[in-house]
């Protein structure tokens, strides 16, 4: 039974893939599912922020969003019997990885798949759902009425925030990347979010949202990174159709909310008066908040399952942004693309 693991063989070096050979499972622990995995999506692994939780692993195991059947429970596994469907997303420390057969899961990162939502669905949304709850719900509690500004709105992150803040009464406003994109949220489901092409780098995003509502700024803005510095010092692998900081903080109304994915953020203090002014936070978007803390382990299930991710996509509130079905063999070579940023939907291991 092969599983895939990630390999660094020293900090800085980009990280390499590698199937290995597993031996027989260990026995089941009193409180471990056995499963059956069905589908395993594929997020990028970030390994500076395992080294800093002191996961130093040879090889680290790959695929943490799984789908899949219960084949055997543990003698104190309370919520799940064999035939179980389920789903859930592996701990940042798991031993296993999620590419592969048959895995050992701790029952309280699992969650019963509805019947309805296929093994794809269930595998490919739990991320990104999760992500887009924590920064809707949780960072900027959205609201009917309120504007949101979604950036990258066609990524798999930004469908599903997009549909989310919709589903919550919010007027959307998103940015696409390329024409492609474009014509891709204007299909979307339901209808109305308004589409900013900035592929041409001719529009001025804050210009345009502020145009948008009036003059009066953007209550929640997701970013999908952002610039910090101008064109000509910004590094060459920064993506230039990101909007730059002050662009952020010119186009956020008053109490508005910012929520950032750029772990790096700097704000000089023209930065921060400028947002004490509108009265206005930012706050930072890390969804392995829930599973480094145990506190949090009731409430993590919750958006998981029941008050929303599987019950949402249930009931067809969001659909996820996924690529054609993977077949095992091509799971080191879509890992590697997911690594470098190369692919645009999210993969996902069917097996």
């Known amino acids: 039974m092969k599983a ?6 020293s900090p800085g070096e980009e990280m390499t893939f590698v199937f290995q050979e597993r031996e027989n499972l260990p026995p089941t622990g009193d409180h471990d599912v056995k499963v059956q995995v069905r ?8 390994t500076k922020l395992l080294s800093e939780i002191r996961v130093k692993k040879e090889l680290v195991p790959v695929g943490r969003e799984i789908s899949g059947v219960v084949l055997e429970v543990g003698s104190k596994v309370t919520f799940f019997q064999p035939d179980d469907e389920v789903v859930g997303i592996l701990p940042l420390d798991s031993e296993e990885s999620g590419v592969c057969e ?7 990162y699992l969650v019963p798949k509805p019947e309805k939502v296929c093994w794809l669905e269930a595998a490919g949304t739990l991320r990104d759902g999760l992500r887009a709850y924590t920064a809707l719900h949780y960072l900027s509690q959205v609201s009917p009425g309120r504007s949101v500004l979604v ?3 066609a990524s798999p992150f930004g469908t599903i925030a997009i549909q989310l803040a919709q589903h919550r009464g919010a007027k959307v406003i998103s940015t696409a990347h390329s024409l492609e994109d474009k014509q891709y949220l204007e299909r979307l489901r339901p209808t109305g979010a308004r589409v900013i092409d900035v592929s041409h780098g001719k529009i001025d995003v804050a210009e ?8 009066l700024g953007v209550d929640i803005v997701l970013d999908a990174g952002v610039r910090l510095y101008s064109a000509e010092d ?11 900081k002050h662009d952020i903080i010119t186009l956020l109304g008053v109490g508005g909310h910012w929520v950032t994915m750029e772990k790096n953020l700097q704000l000089d203090p023209p930065d921060s008066h400028s947002l004490f002014l509108k009265g206005a936070t930012v706050s930072f ?12 382990q009731g409430k993590y299930l919750d958006i998981l399952w029941w008050s929303y991710i599987m019950e949402k996509l249930s009931s067809s509130v969001f659909r996820p942004q996924l690529d054609e079905p993977i077949p095992l063999y091509e799971a080191k070579v879509s890992m ?7 692919a645009r939907k999210r993969q996902v291991i069917q097996f």
């Open 4 to 9: 895939l693991y990630g390999q660094q063989n």
């Open 39 to 46: 589908a395993c999506a594929l997020s990028w692994m970030d």
């Open 102 to 108: 048959v895995i050992l899961v701790h029952e309280h």
């Open 151 to 153: 950036l990258d709105g």
């Open 208 to 215: 345009s949202c502020l145009e948008e509502t009036g003059g």
């Open 234 to 244: 910004e590094p060459t692998s920064k993506s230039q159709l990101l909007p730059h």
């Open 285 to 296: 978007l890390n969804d392995e908040i829930w599973n480094l803390s145990s506190v949090q």
């Open 336 to 342: 590697e693309m997911v690594q470098k940023n190369q």
